[in-house]
T-cell receptor, first 112, second 115 residues
Framework: ETGVTQSPTHLIKTRGQQVTLRCSSQ?????VSWYQQALGQGPQFIFQ???????GRGNFPPRFSGLQFPNYSSELNVNALELDDSALYLC???????????FGQGTRLTVV | QQQVKQSPQSLIVQKGGISIINCAYE??????FPWYQQFPGKGPALLIA?????SEKKEGRFTISFNKSAKQFSLHIMDSQPGDSATYFC??????????????FGKGTLLTVNP
């Protein structure tokens, strides 16, 4: 176990709705990254937060947004859900920006 | 644009055999190459990683071979066991500079080790 916890583990939403996913980083880690893993694919980088500031973003539209809190936990928000947003959303924490990333178990989001 | 290409897509090996998974990358700025193991319903777990200053790294039954000139790296699993059955992902990132650190993953290899 990595010490990175995500909630909820599973979620079903309707197209057009909004969703918030949560991640509690491993103790001592100040960096959190979010990845989207579609079925049968490798994870794709969404964005990274370092000390509460966004520190890089992948090719995802602005309806994907995030936050990092003073305790370094993080949220991923997705607005106007589309069917293609159905995926496993992974949170990874690291001691700092350029060190090993440890993944949580993920949140399985299904958009119907 | 897929910057990390992984093969094969699936692999079946007998217990005790050697599993070999290959990856090729395009971005010469990449300088950190980890391998992750993922079981169904779980997040990826870091298995072993290499940086381009060495050509090989071994940890137990797992070995990474790295060829900088060919921009290729591979994972070898010696004495493969049924418990190794999982999906394996190679990844790459630009580690130096400390900014915008992100992992670019291959598409994964589903390894099945038959008893």
């Amino acid at each position: 176990e990595t010490g990175v916890t995500q909630s909820p583990t599973h979620l079903i939403k309707t197209r057009g709705q909004q969703v918030t996913l949560r991640c509690s980083s491993q103790s001592g880690h100040n960096t959190v990254s979010w990845y989207q893993q579609a079925l049968g694919q490798g994870p794709q980088f969404i964005f990274q937060y370092y000390r509460e500031e966004e520190n890089g973003r992948g090719n995802f539209p602005p309806r994907f947004s995030g936050l990092q809190f003073p305790n370094y936990s993080s949220e991923l928000n997705v607005n106007a859900l589309e069917l293609d947003d159905s995926a496993l959303y992974l949170c990874a924490s690291s001691f700092t920006v350029a060190t090993e990333a440890f993944f949580g178990q993920g949140t399985r989001l299904t958009v119907v | 644009q897929q910057q990390v290409k992984q093969s094969p897509q699936s692999l079946i090996v007998q217990k005790g055999g050697i599993s070999i998974i290959n990856c090729a990358y395009e971005n010469t700025a990449f300088d950190y190459f980890p391998w992750y193991q993922q079981f169904p319903g779980k997040g990826p777990a870091l298995l072993i990683a290499i940086r381009p200053d060495v050509s090989e790294k071994k940890e137990g039954r797992f070995t990474i071979s790295f060829n900088k000139s060919a921009k290729q790296f591979s994972l070898h699993i010696m004495d493969s066991q049924p418990g190794d059955s999982a999906t394996y992902f190679c990844a790459a990132s630009r580690d130096s500079g400390g900014s915008n650190y992100k992992l670019t993953f291959g598409k994964g290899t589903l390894l099945t080790v038959n008893p």
